[in-house]
């Protein structure tokens, strides 16, 4: 049975405007980058003549999410997408896109594309957009069967990043023509300059982003930073983000130990200001292993830092590489540790890079893009939905 989690307050004014469902696998405590900008995309859509709401299949009472909900928020439990009760829910999330007239369904991740999307598409007619943000590292082998049965389901796949993009024509086999790339977009009024801490010449701080997950490649980071304080005895560094694989995260400790870098080295955990923390950051590095698109990437840009990034998913595509900092293969200690001294070697070049990589963000990264380009496809769809 759906219930609401959340119930935003009334506004007659939005009752007319085209009615968007936002569907999300979870809510978790710690959100990551797909359930965060489904929440910024929902507060943004009423200002570009959009009502939103979000239907998820399981909720964290303890999510941000319903800290200050930006629309209403339903809750229908399915734990599973193959039995009788997703059978059950199926017909009950029908009935529920009628009572809601919802006129677009855009979903998120695995369960939300091929079941929830397959149930708006084929019971309810509704148009259906599937949101694609990395290269498939959380499939198993019936998600990759599944996307190649239902390439031609969706309406109109948004892709984070060319790289993604890609992988949903050439392994998915998606028709080129419904797949569109929509760059994440940050709203850069509140990307300010923030003056940095004093700190001695000799002092520099490297700074990196990302919930602890073996696939981020912190290991790499702390491999490299070894190398770095033999040159620059100065240097710190700090991880933001919350253990998401406690094994993993005692990994990293046990390697800052063996290393000889505690003091030095900095696990953060949750941060509630990330402009203050990049504010305090010289460099930032994102050392993953795979990426569909950095949010972490543009914010760090936003904040005019030069970026040391892998050569993984869309970095490539925000990172311009000697303009805005360096691009490096993954898993690569010592060239990441050289990308670094670089610019520790060249504080004017290193002050060049975070400016460009500035510019670069208001010229192609902003919301007012992503909601633009967003919107557009919203409007075609509705309007072959009126041809019908």
């Known amino acids: ?23 999300v696998d979870q809510l978790p405590k710690t959100l990551g980058g797909g359930e965060r900008i489904v929440l910024k995309l929902a507060g943004l859509l009423p200002a570009y003549g959009y009502r939103a709401s979000i239907l998820t299949f399981a909720a964290d ?31 009950e999330l029908k009935r529920f896109l009628h009572q809601q007239q919802i006129q677009i369904v855009q979903t998120f991740f695995e369960s939300s594309d091929l079941w929830a999307g397959l149930v708006a598409k084929k ?15 959380l499939r198993a082998g019936k998600h ?3 996307y190649r049965l239902m390439a031609g389901v969706p309406d109109a796949v948004f892709a984070v990043s060319e790289q993604v993009r890609q992988h949903c024509i050439d392994v998915d086999h998606i028709d080129p023509s419904r797949v ?3 760059y994440n977009g940050l709203d850069l009024a509140i990307w300010n300059a923030i003056a940095p801490p004093t ?10 982003v990302g919930n602890v997950r073996r696939v981020k490649g912190h290991d790499v980071l702390i491999k490299a930073a070894a190398e770095i304080v033999r040159h620059f005895p100065g240097t710190t560094f700090s991880i933001a983000g919350a253990v998401m694989e406690p094994e993993y995260f ?13 003091g030095r080295f900095h696990f953060v955990g949750n941060i509630t200001d990330l402009h203050e923390y990049l504010a305090a950051a010289d460099i930032f590095v994102l050392p993953s ?26 970095n490539a595509e925000a990172v311009q590489h000697g303009t805005s900092g360096f691009i490096v293969p993954p898993d690569d200690a010592d060239k990441l540790a050289n990308a670094v001294i670089q610019l520790l070697n060249d504080t004017p070049r290193a002050k060049s890079m975070g400016a460009a990589g500035r510019k670069i963000v208001e010229e192609n990264f902003t919301t007012a893009a992503m909601m633009s380009k967003t919107t557009a496809i919203y409007k075609n769809l509705l309007a072959e939905q009126t041809l019908r």
Not at 6 to 19: F, M, Q
Not at 292 to 305: D, K, R, T, V
């Open 144 to 146: 990759h069967l599944a």
């Open 199 to 208: 700190r001695t010449s000799s002092e520099v701080h490297i700074a990196t």
């Open 61 to 91: 009472p303890q999510s941000p999410a319903f800290k200050s909900p930006p629309c209403p928020i339903y809750l229908l439990p399915l734990r599973r997408t193959y039995d009788l009760q997703a059978l059950r829910a199926a017909f």
């Open 123 to 137: 019971l309810a007619k509704t148009a259906l957009i599937w949101s694609r943000r990395d290269m498939g590292i």
């Open 250 to 262: 005692a990994e990293l400790e046990t390697l800052v130990r063996d290393l000889n870098l505690l």
């Open 1 to 23: 049975m759906i219930r609401p989690l959340s119930v935003a307050s009334p506004d007659p004014s939005r009752e007319s405007l085209p009615h968007v469902l936002l569907v």
């Open 289 to 314: 292993r795979s990426e569909g698109f950095s949010n972490a990437i543009i914010e760090a840009m936003a904040a005019s830092l030069p970026v040391v990034a892998t050569n993984v998913g869309g």
């Open 180 to 182: 569109q790339t929509i």
